[in-house]
């Protein structure tokens, strides 16, 4: 896997979005990044992944430097509910099937 | 449809006793995956399967840990003899195929504490 680099916490106002950094200066060419949250008691919910291009879904934006050295996880309007830990993951090389999820990004959304 | 599902949810032993998790993965999904999270910490893999055949087992702690996957759909995780430090969640996830970087889907956990 390729190293992933994430603030340990950050605050967000409701309403206003959240952006979350992750650096993964390791990533190799054909690793993709996903991102994953946990909210408190609750098993890890997939909310996006990308290779190069940036990514937007029902949840999510996902932009990924053109380097890809990091990407930024975007919730535009963040709810009290989107309070959790976020996960950045770059699973890679033979069994990139493992996720090493390390510490994450603790976001709590203020009302 | 119907997401993983884990049980118990919760689960007291007494040191030395015999565990068994149970995983129902999402239906036809053919990749499993058993993870342990201690208090914490992000979660760390254990072991993976694809169909019935477990295909890494690199992340059981010990020779106590043990899980199969007999008929390619639910799982069983079995910890024999707990210690204390067994105490954890233990979190099933399942993807659709083979693929590697296919996305998994996680159950609820199941919260082991040894006393």
């Known amino acids: 896997d390729a190293k992933t680099t994430q603030p340990p916490s950050m605050d967000c106002a409701e309403g206003r979005a959240a952006n979350l950094p992750c650096n993964h200066s390791t990533i190799s060419g054909n690793e993709y990044v996903y991102w994953y949250r946990q909210i408190h008691s609750q098993g890890p919910q997939y909310i996006i992944h990308g290779l190069k291009n940036n990514e937007t879904n029902e949840m999510a934006s996902l932009i990924i430097t053109e380097d890809r050295k990091s990407s930024t996880l975007i919730l535009p309007h963040a709810t009290l509910r989107d309070t959790a830990v976020y996960y950045c993951i770059a699973p890679g090389g033979g069994s990139n099937y493992k996720l090493t999820f390390g510490k994450g990004t603790l976001l709590t959304v203020n009302p | 449809g119907a997401g993983v599902s884990q049980s118990p949810r919760y689960k007291v032993a007494k040191r030395g006793q015999d565990v068994a998790l149970r995983c129902d993965p999402i239906?036809?999904?053919?990749?499993l995956f058993w993870y342990q999270q201690a208090l914490g910490q992000g979660p760390e893999f254990l072991t993976y399967?694809?169909?019935?055949?477990?295909?890494?087992k690199s992340g059981l702690p010990s020779d106590r840990f043990f899980a199969e996957r007999p008929e390619g759909s639910v799982s069983t995780l079995k910890i024999q003899r707990t210690q204390q430090e067994d105490s954890a969640v233990y979190l099933c996830?399942?993807?659709?195929?083979?693929?590697?970087?296919?996305?998994?889907?996680f159950g609820p956990g199941t919260r082991l504490l040894v006393l």
């Open positions: 996830a399942s993807s659709s195929s083979d693929w590697n970087q296919e996305t998994q889907y």
């Open positions: 239906s036809g999904h053919v990749s």
């Open positions: 399967f694809q169909n019935e055949a477990q295909l890494d």
